[in-house]
């Protein structure tokens, strides 16, 4: 007993990977026709979707704190991209306009994050939500309810939905760029040392002379940046894009992260462990889709797994020494 | 009444308490004293249900009895006053001094009887306030006259005070004395944790002493004289010194001291702090526990905002507002409370050694980790720190080990100041040593130690000169031949020396 | 003049000052006439009473230093219960009713055992509750509808003796609740844990109790907001409750209430409650004003980014406050050791 929890509290990935197999295998099982070509190109391609989601989320976490904007950052980037593409400009210059607005947009929400919860000392989830919503309410006004486009233009759209070999998804190749940037940027630079001290033990990380506050704001503001261009990609991913479509999505990025081993505290985790924690998720949310279950049985089992992972993971200390 | 038998406690390594005992008879006032790392804090918080002993029982009046939860206290008639105080800011003198205990009639509770019963208490302390007043806007001396009626009013038959009156002024005092006379002749049995010689022999009946997690000695006030207690508080008879602080820091009188201040105040624990440091030399700062080195060193690293005074570092007015502007000054900060403040558990043993490093430098800039690996292999090469890999986890290390790896993670910076506060509390004896040495190499190559201990050996191991403190000043500095540990004992329990010409014993 | 220092140095004045700026652009622009209206006042009651009893709920929460963001799901529970027990168990009316806030309450002190035993922090812990309650809420009913009593909705839209709406009496109940609990040694408790639970529990406070019977209360008021909001609405709905749940916390830390508990007074959620209240509706009004068409989008966003900055203006002004706090005190202080 004590091995198989020394085995669960260690080896998270290893564990998420065991999970999301089974999940897999049982699947196919209750229903075989689910194994197929389009099914499994389509997994790829949800999974690096939420990878790139996720990325922002996984360094936020880090810190020790969260971000509930991820959704709405993808929401809005995404409407604007849909727009700019349309808006007459050469696919060159349009798709470098989008890219530019994404990252603007993303960085000056994920600076407001920062300064909010680094600055202000409020608390992550509350501040980062409060500011998701107000992001939330400006799609609307801007599209007047619904937008003039809701999808982008077609060369876009081919440019990632592709899938070679009719299996893999171009938009692969996105996230193997964004893998490589979140591991050079997690993995070789003084500011991911700072950044994991910090998460680790805050006091300790301010006494050593970090400067926890200014280290946080960046954070927020890189993380914002990467949920922009999530928006950006995410925009050709769907087939709708409206108002709010991504909103649900931040739930679904801080899930991936703690089930890929990522301290819901901070100080411990790694991409590679969100990654994994994506795959596990969307092969689940398959799963639930060919069970067809209901939408109440869905939350009940989100709700749930929260419960479990936060009770493994999470627990404060006693009072009583 | 009252028997703690063989109570032991251990925290991690550390043996707070080994088989340690305690008997209380009614209408008798006890005092409980010892030094650091006695335990007798941490004995009186077993009585109180806040931890949890290892081993060992009580009894009550002959029976055995389990105190399980704070609960259970009240019960047995058992009431303490806590040293760092059990009370709510946000509520009223009144709230607090009844809570848990509130009267009531039917659901809610009767303010009249509260106030009733309060009454008295409140008039015998001399608390003339209303007491609807919040306790965060009192002084900390009527906070812990405050914290003295709760117990009161709990109506116990055994009372603990846990170094209440270290912040009471002596009016205060008379009154709580006072009022622990009556108890006494009510019956009650009255067991106080001081440091205040004078206290002892002016109201207690009865003595125990705790060293080193045991009791040594148990026996009335009456049989033992100022130098018999703190004989077997320290294993030392006290020696008092006069001296004039300005003599002994001759042989410096050319250079410029390294960190120099000046009447540092903060409220309320440190009242006006003179220091002096000079390179090359391993300043000690000792004295009892919670005397205000702690706050000292930190208020010199920017961590404690400082009230008043000045400061000095390299003959400069500086006032550093957080660690990092000390930090890159060149200032390095040891902490004794490892896991709180240095040790970084879930990090890699590599990591926590580069951590002061990884301060320095461009934030985006190329860092692999196998400068990273390199950079940990030689501190613990030249520090001889036992960790298996650099890629293991800081937690896996005992204790000495993990104190090495911050020692290293600070020399390899080369700080010209280095503060440790109690870097050794909890290191077993050979890393002691070590780090001692590694300590006094780097003090030879110029850099300047300030190092605050509870360990009266250690200081006079290490130390050239020894500032003590008590209750927020420094109170006494030793240096040459004085670093004796009689007179390290003395300057400890401001025992002053009778024979001094006057003028000299401020 | 002693009543106005105490309320400048009440964490509730933010709010309170908030909650004068918001009414008086809410009466000048609906103008006077308009607001001082019977039938207004009523109406705006009516619609409120819920979002208010959920805001109280959330300060006692607040007050013992938590948050509970499925504190709006609650409600939504509690509705739909409201809506369905009668028919599912073929009980009567008031029976149902009666079962569904007993249900609330126990669904909430849930919450407190989940918190108590297991030791996950609050927000998290809530953010995870929205889920399995919502779950449970579009099991009962997975689609808005239902069918209520219209002679319920009448009684609570009646006006008792010509002025008195039913939800005023309401309201006024559960804040006489709360005087009247602030009384017992529970309320005083739950501050105590909210400032220090170390302390609390050293002075012998059953912490897990009080955090429990806290937890029920707050249920108490939140399962009476899912019935108002049943007889205002008529009609069950699983999921728009949720909305209930940001709101109460955002008009609590605008009203000032500490978030990190320990003292408080429930003016503090009225006051922030109201604020968000008159500030939506004194944004409609003014984009009334304004030339030009302006969708309901703007409205939202105006206020979503009013109450934003409410919320930053009410934290840093607290924070103020404290520090003004302090300094006065060391001057008392002072004083009284130079006596």
């Not at chain 1, 699947?27 to 070509?37: A, D, F, G, K, M």
């Given at each position: ?48 979707m939420l990878c790139l989601a996720s990325a922002g989320q996984t360094?936020?976490i ?8 991820t ?155 990467l949920n922009?261009?999530a ?18 999505m931040?739930?679904t990025t801080i899930v991936a992260v703690?089930?890929g081993?990522t ?8 991409f590679?462990?969100t990654m994994?924690g994506a795959?596990?998720m ?40 | ?506 | ?339």
């Amino acid at each position: 007993m004590e091995r198989i929890r020394h085995f669960f509290r260690t080896r998270q990935i290893a564990v998420a990977l065991l999970i999301t197999v089974f999940l897999f295998v049982l699947t196919t099982l209750i229903n075989p026709r689910s194994l197929n070509v389009n099914t499994a190109g389509s997994i790829l391609a949800l999974t690096s979707m939420l990878c790139l989601a996720s990325a922002g989320q996984t360094l936020v976490i880090l810190t020790g704190g969260i971000d509930m904007s991820t959704g709405d950052v993808m929401s809005i980037t995404a409407i604007l991209t849909v727009s700019i593409l349309h808006s007459g400009l050469s696919s060159g210059i349009g798709m470098l306009a989008a890219f530019v607005t994404a990252v603007a947009v993303g960085a000056f929400i994920g600076f407001l994050n920062g300064l909010g919860v680094a600055a202000a000392g409020l608390p992550p989830m509350v501040v980062t939500l409060y500011i998701a919503n107000v992001v939330d309410k400006l799609q609307y006004v801007f599209t007047n309810g619904t937008p003039t486009h809701t999808s982008v233009p077609n060369w876009y759209k081919q440019l990632i939905t592709t899938r070679f070999f009719s299996v893999l998804p171009s938009i692969l190749i996105v996230g193997a760029l964004v893998f490589v940037f979140v591991f050079l940027l997690l993995g070789r630079t003084r500011y991911a040392r700072q950044l994991y001290l910090t998460g680790n033990n805050p006091r300790a990380a301010f006494l050593t002379g970090i400067r926890t506050r200014r280290l946080k704001i960046i954070t927020y503001t890189i993380a914002g940046i990467l949920n922009g261009l999530a928006g950006l990609i995410g925009a050709g991913n769907t087939g709708n894009v409206d108002c709010g479509t991504f909103r649900d999505m931040t739930i679904t990025t801080i899930v991936a992260v703690v089930v890929g081993g990522t301290l819901l505290v901070g100080g411990k985790g790694s991409f590679q462990g969100t990654m994994v924690g994506a795959l596990l998720m969307i092969v689940l949310s398959n799963g639930l889709a060919v069970l067809q279950v209901s939408d109440s049985i869905r939350n009940l089992i989100m709700g749930i797994i929260l419960i479990a992972l936060l009770s493994l993971y999470n627990r404060e200390r006693s009072v009583r020494l | 009444m009252l028997e703690m038998r063989g109570i032991s406690k251990r925290f991690g390594y550390v043996r707070a308490l080994k088989q340690a005992n305690i008997t209380v008879q009614k209408a008798e006032i006890m005092a409980l004293l010892g030094a650091n790392g006695s335990g007798k804090s941490t004995m009186m918080k077993v009585l109180g249900g806040l931890i949890r002993a290892d081993e060992g029982s009580i009894f009550l009046n002959g029976e055995e009895i389990r105190i399980e939860r704070s609960n259970d206290v009240h019960k047995y008639k058992i009431a303490i006053g806590l040293q760092d105080l059990s009370l709510i800011p946000t509520l009223s003198v009144m709230d607090n001094i009844l809570l848990g205990i509130e009267p009531r009639k039917g659901l809610f509770v009767d303010k009249k009887e509260a106030s009733e019963r309060i009454g008295p208490i409140l008039s015998r302390l001399g608390i003339t306030y209303d007491p609807s007043v919040l306790v965060s806007d009192l002084a900390p001396s009527e906070q812990s006259m405050v914290e003295i009626a709760k117990a009161i009013a709990r109506d116990p038959d055994i009372l603990v005070l846990d170094e209440v009156t270290a912040s009471l002024h002596s009016h205060e005092v008379d009154l709580v004395f006072e009022e622990l006379k009556r108890l006494k002749a009510q019956g009650k049995a009255i067991v106080i944790v001081t440091h205040r010689m004078g206290e002892v022999f002016r109201v207690c009946d009865r003595c125990t002493i705790l060293k080193g997690g045991e009791t040594v000695a148990a026996d009335a006030v009456e049989n033992f004289d100022l130098d018999d207690i703190i004989f077997h508080m320290t294993g030392r008879r006290p020696e008092a010194v006069c001296q004039d602080e300005e003599d002994q820091i001759q042989i410096h009188a050319d250079k410029v001291p390294v960190i120099e201040t000046r009447r540092i105040t903060v409220v309320p624990t440190l009242k006006g702090v003179n220091f002096r440091a000079f390179q090359g030399e391993i300043v000690g700062i000792g004295g009892l526990n919670g005397q205000g080195q702690s706050e000292f060193i930190r208020s010199m690293l920017g961590d404690l905002p400082i009230d008043e005074g000045e400061m000095f570092y390299q003959g400069e007015a500086v006032r550093f507002r957080m660690p990092v502007e000390a930090v890159n000054r060149g200032i390095g900060f040891i902490s004794g409370d490892r896991n709180r403040e240095s040790i970084f558990p879930l990090r890699s043993v590599g990591e926590n050694i580069f951590a002061a490093e990884a301060t320095q430098g461009r934030w985006f800039s190329h860092l692999s980790p196998k400068t990273i690996a390199q950079y940990a292999k030689r501190v613990i090469g030249e520090y001889d720190i036992v960790a298996g890999s650099t890629k293991h986890l800081a937690n896996s290390l005992s204790g000495g080990n993990q104190q090495k790896l911050i020692i290293g993670r600070w020399l390899s910076m080369k700080p010209a100041l280095l503060l440790l506060d109690d870097p050794t509390k909890g290191v077993d004896i050979h890393s002691r040593r070590e780090i001692h040495r590694i300590l006094r190499d780097a003090a030879r190559e110029g850099m300047c130690v300030v190092y605050a201990s509870s360990d009266n050996e250690e200081l006079l191991e290490i130390a050239d000169r020894i500032y003590i403190f008590y209750e927020g000043t420094s109170s006494r500095v030793l240096s040459g031949d004085d670093r004796t540990e009689e007179k390290l004992v003395a300057a400890m329990l401001d025992v002053r020396a009778s024979a001094c010409p006057k003028g000299e014993n401020s | 003049m002693k009543r106005l220092t105490k309320l400048r140095l009440s964490p509730a004045y933010s709010g309170f000052l908030l909650m004068m700026i918001s009414l008086f652009a809410y009466i000048i622009l609906r103008g006077p006439a308009a607001f001082f209206n019977i039938n207004n006042l009523a109406s705006l009651f009516k619609n409120y009473t819920p979002i208010i009893l959920v805001t109280m709920a959330q300060a006692f929460l607040m007050f013992m230093g938590y948050i509970d963001i499925s504190i709006g799901a609650q409600l939504s529970f509690a509705n739909v219960l409201a809506v369905n027990l009668p028919t599912m168990l073929g009980v009567p009316v008031w029976l149902g009713w009666l079962l569904a806030l007993v249900l609330t309450m126990l669904l909430a002190s849930l919450n407190g055992l989940i918190i108590s035993y297991l030791r996950i922090p609050a927000l998290l812990e809530s953010f995870a509750m929205i889920f399995v309650i919502r779950g449970i809420n579009l099991a009962i009913q997975p689609k808005p509808g239902g069918h209520v009593d219209p002679a319920i909705n009448r009684a609570y839209d009646r006006l008792l003796f010509g002025f008195l709406p039913t939800s005023v009496v309401i309201l006024a109940v559960a804040l006489l609740v709360w005087m009247l609990l602030k009384r017992t040694t529970l309320v005083n408790h739950l501050f105590a844990i909210g400032a220090n639970e170390r302390n609390a529990y050293a002075s012998g406070i059953n912490t897990i109790r009080t955090k429990v019977l806290t937890y029920a209360i707050a249920g108490l008021f939140t399962g009476v907001a899912g019935l108002c909001y049943t007889a205002a609405y008529a009609t069950g709905n699983p999921i728009t409750g949720e909305i209930y749940g940001l709101q109460s916390i955002s008009a609590c830390i605008i009203g000032g209430v500490p978030m990190a508990g320990g003292f408080g007074t429930v003016f503090s959620a009225l006051f922030g409650i109201s604020f968000q209240i008159f500030v939506k509706d004194s944004v409609v009004q003014v984009f009334k004003m304004l030339p030009g068409v302006y969708t309901t989008y703007w409205h939202n966003l105006f206020t979503d980014f009013i109450i934003l900055v409410g919320l930053v203006a009410a934290i840093f002004f607290v924070r103020r406050q404290d520090k003004h706090r302090l300094a006065e005190v060391s001057a008392m202080l002072e004083k009284r050791g130079n006596d």
